[in-house]
Structures are given as C-alpha cells and as structure tokens.
C-alpha cells in the first residue's frame, strides 16, 4: 500500500484509535448472539417446571435459528440500501427486546415467540458485524478482526450451556435474558459513540415484496428441514406441504427479483464466480460444523461413556482451533492467494473428517479432541479468506448482500446437514424415541463421520473454483477496496 493510498483509507475508515472501541462493539454483539443459541440448554428443565410444555420446548431452539437465517439476507441488502450502523443498532434493538420479553414470559408459546424476536436481531446483528469490519479494516488486517470474531463466537456457544446451567441453579433461568440487557446497551453505546459513518443513501426502492416472498419461502424451507423426521414424517402430508409452499415462494421470489429494478437479493450474486464459489463453500462449511457439533458430544457419551462436560471440551477443541488459524490465515493468502490458502485448509478439513473415520467404541476422547482440532484449524483457512475474497470483490454498496449471503448459505448448510445426518443416525440406530445403546449408535454414527468426509471432498472441489489470481478476483486490490468504502 503506497502513503497515498494509506492517506485515503484512514480518511475513510476514520483514525485508528477509534476502531477498537467498535471491535469491541462487534465481539460483543457477536458474543451474545452465539451465547443465546445455546445458553438455554442447560435451562431447559427449569424453564418447563414453571411454564411447562415440555413437548414444544424444542422450538426455543429451531424458531431462533429459523428467525435468524430467514432475516439475515434482507438485512444485507437494506445495509447496503440504509448504511450498516441503522441495521446493525436495529439488530441490537430487535435482540434486547426479545431478550428482555423472553426474561417475562408467561407460556412457553410466548417464550417460543419471544425468542423468535430475538432471532429477527441476530439475523442483522451477525452480517453487520462481519460487513462493517470488512469496511473498517484493510485486506491485510481483516483475517485478524475476522479471527477476533470467529474467536468470540467459539468461546460462547461452548460456554453457552454452562452458563445456562450457573444461571438456573443459583438465580432462575429468566437471567439467561436479563443478562443480556447491559451487555446489549454497551454494545450499542459504543458502536453510537465510535462509528462516524457517512453513508451515501440513494433513492432506491426497497424490494418490499421480493424481502416478504424470501423471508416466507426460506423460513418454510428452513423449517421443513428441522422438523422433518422429528415433528412429522418425511413422506407425511405436513413434510410435502411446507417444502412444496417453500419451493412455490421461492421460484416466485425469483421471477419478481427478475423484474426488480433495486431486488432484495441480486442474482448475480450466484453469476460471479468467487461469489458462488464462496457461497457454496459457506454452505459445506455449515453442514461440517454443525454435524459435528450435534454428535460429537452424543458419540462422547454414548459410545465412549464420558461425561457430559468433558465431551464438550472435545468438541471445543474445534471452536478453539478454528480463530487460532483465522488469525494469521491473513499472512498466507496475501502471500499465496485465497485459493490455495483455501485449498490448505480444506485439505486439513479432509483430513480431520476422514480421521474420524477410525473412531469406534474402544477409541479415547482425547483422539477426538484431536481431530476436531485439525478439523478446525482447517476452518480457520477456508471460511474467513473465502468470505474475506468475495467481500473484497465488490463495492461498498453490495458489501452488505455479498456477506450476508455467505451466511445465509451456512444455515442452509447446517439445516439440511442436521436433517440428513439425523436421518442416517435415527435410520441406522433404530432410536424411536428413546436413546440408543453404544452398540447401535456407534455405527450409525460412523456413517456419519464417512457423510462428513464426504461432504470434504465436495469442498475441495468448491474451494478449487474460487479465482486462482493471487488477489482472487479482488476489483481494487488491498487498499483500492478500502479508498471506496464511506467514512467510519
């Protein structure tokens, strides 16, 4: 970067020392929206003893995930329409209310709705964080807020359910809520006191139709793949229904975005080459993780006859190792590109999902914790450079869609890989309700470890189509990308 263009790009990203405070904002934003997923866990008990409803309790889990895949694409869009500090403060919002409506709730239906307020705010809250840090960083500096990020989000999904658990058995689980109060006030205080940004707002239209048919259409989808083979048969009449509805919605979401002057959702993010390519690799990527996360602590137990806790701590080694990578990715792919940093790391992806292969019922959790690591430090290497190469792409005003794409299609990949691999372990296992024993889960599970090694190999092959260029399709380069983005 030459003194020129470094001139433009702290003239536009605004001085250095303001930009801590608004990481900080970010991580912990980001923090909280992870912690939400799965602090309630462990709460579970103690929220049907005074509510009730123990057969709709899963729902606390599925609405949030549904909630927030099904917003988080129009959120883009609108951030890049509005500017991303109104949607990343509406997001904010959005989860304090839900947070503060959930700490009161009545009914288990109305927690249910409740949290479902709460996902509509991590549907802005998470793409916001991941945009306004591509447009406050430069290229070089970006793997390492990145890193900070996946980092923050790691530590709090695993200590998630311990905190949870803290919360139920000292105060009440309406605190697992409450909590959420201050933290969410810091964090908008200082993303308002810090983040100067001056967005240039055109005139455009929002897609108001195009945003209703794809959050309809994607919820639909979404749901039918977490209830399918659980709430109802894959083949019943409720299965066929939602996914048929969803398939409708979404072949007439396409034909109004067509017509659309300013669509919600351009479609040629899916023409641009490093922008399917990474799309497709965020949705691998999501099926890998979330296969992982679900049965790994299950195989723990089950089959190994570990604890609870310590089963976690195996799976941890994945969330750990995964910001490690993340945080010096940034040295590789300014050296060798995106691709082959890419490559790197899902070749260690391969090789952690394969080594999977080899655990059985006399294998020591330690091996596990091992592999999981690998299968991290792999992640580190493809999913931030691979975001990082399609945000660097485009411009400021399509930074915002771009992101949230990529995230969009990491919960359909985590959707349809819980939905495939339950239905591989509730097939093979024989489980009808009850959970089954060592014998029978350990070769179900083994199948899903192979499905994983699998879905590694197909993301090689989506990481190998990413541009080979060192700069991968970058439009301006490292600083360019910078000297365009609004002032911050």
């Known amino acids: ?21 608004i990481l900080l904002s970010l991580m912990l934003s980001t923090s909280l929206v992870a912690l939400d997923a799965t602090i309630i866990a462990t709460a579970i008990p103690s929220v049907v003893r005074d509510l009730g409803g123990f ?11 549904l909630a927030q895949a099904a917003s988080t694409p129009i959120c883009g869009r609108l951030a890049d329409i509005l500017g991303r500090k109104p949607l990343m403060l509406a997001g904010i919002g959005l989860f304090l209310l839900g ?54 989000w790691g530590v709090a999904s695993v200590v998630g359910p311990a905190l949870g658990g803290l ?36 005139s455009q239209r929002i897609d108001y139709p195009g945003a209703a048919l794809l959050a309809a259409g994607t919820a639909l989808l979404i749901l039918g793949l977490l209830e399918g083979g659980q709430s109802w048969a894959w083949a019943s009449a409720p299965s066929i229904g939602v996914f048929a509805a969803s398939v409708v919605l979404l072949v007439v979401f396409v ?34 993780v979330l296969g992982l996360s679900s049965y790994i602590p299950t195989y723990g137990q089950i089959v190994l006859g570990a604890s609870a806790i310590l089963s976690g701590f195996a799976l941890a080694a994945l969330t750990l190792g995964w910001p490690v990578s993340a945080s010096f990715g940034g040295s590789l ?17 391969l090789a952690g999902t394969a080594l999977t292969l080899l655990l059985g019922v006399d294998s020591q959790l330690w091996e596990v914790a091992v592999f ?35 995230l969009f299609a990491r919960s359909i990949g985590s959707a349809v890989g819980v939905a495939v691999f339950g239905a591989v372990v509730n097939g093979a296992s024989g489980a009808s309700g009850t959970a089954p024993s060592a014998e029978s889960l350990a070769p179900a599970l083994h199948l899903v470890f192979l499905g994983m090694t699998g879905v590694a190999v197909a993301l090689i092959v989506a990481v190998a189509f990413m541009p080979g260029h060192k700069r991968d399709g970058v439009s301006a380069g490292s600083a360019g990308d910078e000297a365009t983005a609004p002032a911050a």
């Open 1 to 21: 970067m030459t003194a020129d263009t470094e001139t433009i790009t702290r003239r536009s990203v605004g001085l250095r020392s303001e930009r801590g405070p």
């Open 55 to 65: 057969s709709q309790f899963p729902w606390l889990f599925s609405i949030y995930v």
């Open 99 to 152: 947070s503060i409506l959930c700490g009161l709730a009545w009914s288990m239906p109305a927690l249910i709705a409740f949290r479902a307020v709460q996902g509509l705010g991590a549907g802005a809250v998470q793409p916001m964080s991941i945009t306004i840090a591509g447009d406050i960083y430069t290229l070089r500096e970006r793997a390492k807020t990145q890193g900070y990020l996946a980092g923050v």
């Open 167 to 202: 919360f139920s058995d000292l105060l009440s689980w309406r605190w697992i809520f409450f909590v959420n109060i201050p933290l969410c006030l810091l964090a908008a205080f200082l993303l308002i006191r810090s983040f100067k940004e001056k967005a240039e707002r055109g």
């Open 255 to 288: 034909l109004v975005e067509r017509r659309t002057e300013h669509p919600i959702l351009p479609l040629w993010v899916f023409k641009r080459r490093v922008l399917l390519a990474s799309s497709v690799t965020s949705l691998l990527s999501g099926a890998i």
């Open 333 to 349: 792919y300014l050296r060798w590109g995106f691709r082959v940093t890419a490559l790197i790391g899902s070749g260690l992806i």
């Open 372 to 406: 999981c690591a690998i299968i991290g430090f792999g992640m580190g290497w493809v999913v931030a450079p691979t975001l990082i190469a399609a945000q660097s792409s485009v411009e400021w005003n399509e930074r915002g869609v771009v992101t949230s794409t990529n």
